[in-house]
């Protein structure tokens, strides 16, 4: 029963509804339910005692008002009842649950009616969020709720492994090595990237001990938490009081929270609740068929302005109710621009430090034209928005596609060029005029996002692994280390993955009958995959305790000093010199200002190099080592101009 829309900004025009009160109020003992539905002939909501199951208390006729919003108010508080909408278009009559919803019941068939202040921790009230200037001034974290504490190395009690409540608590670490939250104050974080933990579809919430697993990119509920990572899906406020917790922890060490968020699709479509209760409204569709630009079978159409409005609400809910510090999109590029930068306004209007950041590209094609998309390759027209860097990803380590391609770090030095754009933020700078220009794409250094190893693709460990695998393990760390060393010492926002810093691997579970070969040990793509594969062993930390500490060492001196976080093109213009060497190799730049002189020198090549201070920077005695191969530093000054920088590795002067 596709809806006739035909033009749809002219449907909106008539239609839209700016209202802030859509879903269920609780209002002086009353209870207000409020859903948009402009072309429904009828409307009902329906009360239930339960989350599933026969438990029918009541329905209700809701009245049609103004705008397309119909509305029913009770005349009692219903906290702890539970509620779907029924849509009646043309006698196609379907049950839904309401996608405002804010709490819901197990597995996200009904929206459960909670009183939200209810849900507080002690201190809640009290708690600041952490100050964060500019994204410049953050290290960004990635990791997955269950993935952080499932593992018993985690040193997380039994009860609590791989839940909300797992995520924040005071571990016994493992044998003496920190981990969960005291592991995040150790490395020195700034915010923590967590993978989706709104309300998903494919683990059953029921089951609890079922051997289930999901990264999280098949959203149900946006503005529900996944009940799976709760003490109780059953209870509705459990998870939302847990997820508090978890949020206030963090805060409380000066972390930030941020939430992956996927509205670029929902995980059904025709019986998505979006669609039941608008059919073909939300989603984008051409010639009478859903399009698929996510590649999971449907996209969103954020263009429509009541969809626009659905993700802008969606955004402030999370950070009023749950005081969120940032949002990666998932997929973003199927956003339009113009949303995407309406976005940033009404989270600048809410709190300017809150980070936007995203995927600049798709999952395939959609049938707004590219020009009018959050591509990256559109990126000056959403300037205040962040993108990730896949050009500082795939000179590093070498392309994602095809795992034996190596980078600069491991062999291939062509990458050069790339990593010297990458350096300066993927901004302009005028040393490198002409060249590589398509990695040079960011219209501040705040947009580039930083990083060589995310959910997505091999872990840079198994990449390694794969594509020098003839090189010894010593070798391999040592690239593993430059890796981590170039994006710290990069201009823009690094980004690692919760693990990296330990050589984080994904061994694969190989089917019945499969072959073992160089690149199939390895899960590439581990969204379903099990424990086995994707939690985080902690006693990997104790095993490679020296390369946790060098990135540790990375992370305090990018913190040391504003000249490795600088917010513009024209500082990154005025403080950032390159300094060409005979070999095009070895780069050579310094970051200075009135007050400090840092020289970089990066040697990509597997036997010692020689770099000399530059004529320009000289002065006798006034260079000491600021961080060697080992996150060393060395009182001694320079006595020559002349120094030696170990085989992949890079070195830090200061003056
Ligand atoms: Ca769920």
Redesign the pocket.
């Known amino acids: 029963m596709p809806a006739n829309i035909g033009n749809y900004q002219e449907f909106d025009k008539y239609n839209y509804y700016g209202g802030d009160d859509l879903g269920v109020t609780l209002v002086d003992g009353k209870t207000q339910f409020r859903t948009w539905s402009p072309i429904a002939d009828g409307v009902y909501l329906k009360v239930y005692a339960d989350g599933t199951g026969s438990n029918l208390v009541e329905v209700l006729p809701m009245e049609r008002r103004q705008s397309g919003v119909w509305f029913v108010e009770i005349l009692r508080d219903l906290a702890g009842y539970f509620y779907t909408f029924v849509f009646d278009f043309h006698g196609n009559v379907t049950e839904t649950i309401d996608i405002y919803a804010k709490a819901c019941g197990v597995?996200?068939v009904r929206g459960a009616i909670v009183d939200l202040k209810q849900t507080d921790p002690d201190g809640w009230d009290n708690t600041p969020k952490p100050a964060c200037a500019s994204p410049c001034d953050a290290v960004i974290y990635e990791t997955h709720v269950r993935d952080f504490t499932i593992d018993e190395t985690s040193g997380v009690s039994f009860e609590n492994r791989g839940k909300f409540l797992g995520f924040c608590e005071k571990t016994k670490g493992f044998k003496g090595v920190p981990t969960g939250i005291d592991h995040l104050c150790e490395l020195g974080v700034t915010h923590v990237q967590l993978m989706p933990v709104a309300?998903?579809?494919r683990?059953d919430?029921s089951k609890p001990h079922k051997a289930q697993y999901n990264w999280g990119y098949d959203p149900?509920n946006y503005n529900c938490l996944?009940?799976?990572y709760s003490s109780d899906p059953q209870d509705p406020a459990a998870r939302i009081r847990e997820f508090k917790q978890l949020v206030m922890a963090l805060h409380k060490k000066g972390i930030g929270v941020i939430m992956d968020v996927v509205f670029n699709h929902t995980f059904y479509t025709e019986e998505s609740a979006f669609h039941k209760s608008f059919p073909c409204y939300y989603h984008r569709r051409r010639n009478g068929s859903f399009t698929n630009g996510s590649g999971c079978g449907n996209e969103t159409a954020s263009e429509h302005l009541m969809m626009r409005k659905f993700i802008i609400d969606s955004l402030k809910f999370w950070v009023n109710e749950y005081k969120i510090d940032g949002f990666r999109f998932d997929l973003m590029a199927l956003h339009d621009i113009e949303t995407v930068n309406i976005i940033r306004d009404e989270l600048n209007k809410l709190d300017p430090q809150i980070l936007m950041y995203g995927e600049g590209w798709t999952g395939g094609e959609s049938p707004l034209p590219s020009d009018k998309l959050a591509f990256k390759w559109n990126s000056y027209s959403f300037g205040r928005v962040g993108l990730f860097n896949d050009n500082i990803r795939d000179s590093i380590k070498g392309g994602t596609f095809n795992a034996y391609e190596r980078g600069y770090v491991s062999g291939n030095h062509n990458a050069a060029g790339t990593i010297c754009r990458a350096l300066a933020g993927c901004v302009p700078h005028s040393q490198l005029n002409g060249h590589h220009q398509e990695s040079c794409w960011a219209f501040e250094p705040t947009q580039a996002i930083n990083y060589c190893e995310a959910h997505d693709n091999n872990t840079l460990w198994d990449k390694l692994c794969i594509s020098v695998k003839d090189e010894s393990e010593q070798m391999r760390i040592r690239m593993d280390k430059l890796a981590a060393a170039i994006l710290m010492v990069s201009q823009g926002v690094p980004f690692l993955q919760c693990g990296q810093d330990f050589l984080r691997t994904k061994p694969r579970v190989l089917p019945e009958g499969e072959q073992p070969n160089d690149w199939n040990i390895f899960d590439e793509n581990s969204y379903n995959s099990p424990d086995w594969t994707n939690s985080i062993k902690w006693d990997r930390k104790k095993q490679y305790r020296e390369v946790f500490d060098y990135y540790k060492e990375l992370i305090r001196l990018r913190k040391s000093s504003y000249l490795f976080r600088m917010r513009t093109k024209e500082e990154v213009q005025e403080h950032l010199r390159f300094y060409g060497q005979p070999d095009g190799n070895l780069l050579m730049f310094s970051l200075k200002n009135e007050t400090e002189c840092f020289l970089i020198a990066i040697n990509p090549y597997q036997e010692q190099r020689k770099f000399y201070v530059p004529e320009s920077l000289w002065a006798q005695d006034s260079f000491r080592l600021r961080l060697d191969d080992q996150g060393r530093s060395v009182k001694t000054p320079l006595k020559e101009r002349e120094f030696t920088v170990e085989p992949v590795s890079l070195a830090v002067y200061k003056k």
Do not use: H, K
Request: a negative charge; hydrophobic letters at 25%; aromatic letters at 10%.
């Open positions: 597995n996200g309300d998903y579809a683990v919430e149900l996944e009940g799976s």
